[in-house]
């Protein structure tokens, strides 16, 4: 390295060279390999420049300094070129590193993802199989009738009735008993509504919170019953409102969609698809499979979200109305179906109202359980109420406001 330091031009020339790998040569095989036999004194101009002429022994303490800087100047070379194949190692390493640790969370999320639906499986099981043993449950007995032919169905809600709930303020008294009395009232209006206009058949559209569920901590404190109890509870009042209407009609068809009081977790955390209503029409389905004339599922179901159902040859389309708030989204609905649409079926906000988006009739019915605490708390008054169409080819026909108030 002293000889390095004392040639410091020769070591600016070296680094400045065109032909490094030229002078290179000359210096090994002058100093190491013995292949040059030139002398040293006519290496001085082609070492070192033009005009450079030094003796021999110049020419020769130079060259071993040059040998050393040429020795250096490959370490260094070999030393980055080492360098860099390590970082190169080093980051396709961490990269299949990464590679496989997103593996593994992905296995890991699917495998968790499995975990839960497995265990939510098997919590609608214990529901079905609890409902099952502890159900003591009335005979239910069809009563053929002839029906003469008309020119009218009625369209019957059953929406938002949220069993289970107990509610007891200054405007509004709810819970399963009152439940009951109001489906019994409301029986007693949708048969003298038959009469009135000689009505041939009867669709009932149940589009969600046929439960009050325990979507909130609210609500899981102001219900009376369970869950279980609650699915079981209003499938069998459903059921017998059902099997009431088919005595007075020559067909009744019942339709329904899942609202979101039914999740079974938060909304987060819950998938589109499992929602504790789908029970229920389940539970219709084998409770009510002797009844000749009556329909369960009688719709296409779109998705879990929305049905459709032909009514004297117009589409009716049915949402629960959690997801469909806004004008844009009716319009969206129309679209989505991929069919014409006369009217779209909602339930969820609680109240009768009938308009007309686009030209798209929007038909939203109310609830049973009238005003709540979350009423009370956002200023929002309302009343137990359900709707009643009377719909013939050319659609609704009339309608029908049922003030479904006990007292």
């Known amino acids: 390295m002293e000889k390095v330091n004392e040639n410091r031009e020769d070591v600016l020339y070296i680094t400045k060279a065109l032909n490094y790998s030229e ?9 190491v390999d013995k292949t040059n036999d030139t002398d040293y004194e006519e ?6 420049g033009e005009g450079n002429c030094f003796n021999s022994s110049e020419v020769r303490k130079r060259m071993y300094g040059m040998r050393a800087l040429i020795e250096v100047i490959d370490r260094d070379n070999k030393l980055s070129i080492n360098d860099a194949d390590i970082i190169s190692t080093l980051e396709s390493k961490k990269i299949e590193l990464q590679k496989e640790r997103q593996k593994f969370f992905d296995y890991r999320s699917a495998f968790n993802k499995l975990v839960r639906e497995r265990a939510r499986q098997e919590e609608l099981n214990d529901i079905l199989i609890s409902a099952v043993a502890n159900g003591s449950l009335p005979s239910l007995q069809y009563e053929p009738r002839g029906i003469e032919y008309s020119d009218n169905d009625l369209l019957v809600s059953l929406n938002d009735i949220h069993y289970g709930a107990t509610i007891n303020n200054y405007w509004n008294m709810y819970n399963t008993d009152i439940c009951r009395k109001m489906m019994n009232r409301y029986l007693d209006q949708v048969i003298s509504i038959s009469k009135v206009h000689a009505s041939e058949g009867c669709v009932v559209w149940a589009n969600g919170d046929l439960i009050s569920g325990n979507i909130h901590n609210s609500i899981a404190i102001t219900n009376k019953e369970n869950v279980i109890e609650q699915i079981t509870g209003v499938a069998e009042l ?25 999740r079974i977790d938060t909304k987060d955390r819950s998938l589109k698809d499992e929602r504790l209503d789908d029970l229920i029409e389940w539970y219709l389905g084998a409770r009510l499979q002797n009844f000749n004339n009556l329909n369960i599922s009688s719709g296409e179901k779109i998705d879990s979200t929305m049905y459709l159902m032909d009514i004297r040859g117009k589409k009716y389309l049915g949402v629960h109305g959690d997801y469909d708030g806004s004008r844009e989204k009716i319009q969206s609905l129309q679209t989505m179906a991929e069919e014409k649409i006369y009217a779209v079926l909602l339930g969820h906000l609680h109240h009768n109202k009938i308009d007309v988006v686009q030209g798209i009739r929007t038909i939203m019915a109310g609830s049973f359980v009238g005003m709540d605490d979350y009423c009370v708390q956002k200023r929002i008054y309302g009343k137990p109420e359900q709707l009643v169409c009377v719909c013939g080819d050319e659609g609704v026909r009339c309608s029908y406001d049922i003030d ?4």
């Open 238 to 262: 459903v059921a017998e409102f059902l099997a009431k209407l088919s005595n007075h009609f020559s067909y009744v068809k019942f339709v329904s969609v899942a609202g979101n009081h039914s």
């Open 404 to 407: 479904l108030t006990t007292y």
């Open 43 to 48: 290496l001085s101009e082609l070492l070192f």
């Open 23 to 31: 002078i290179k040569n000359i210096v090994i095989g002058k100093l």
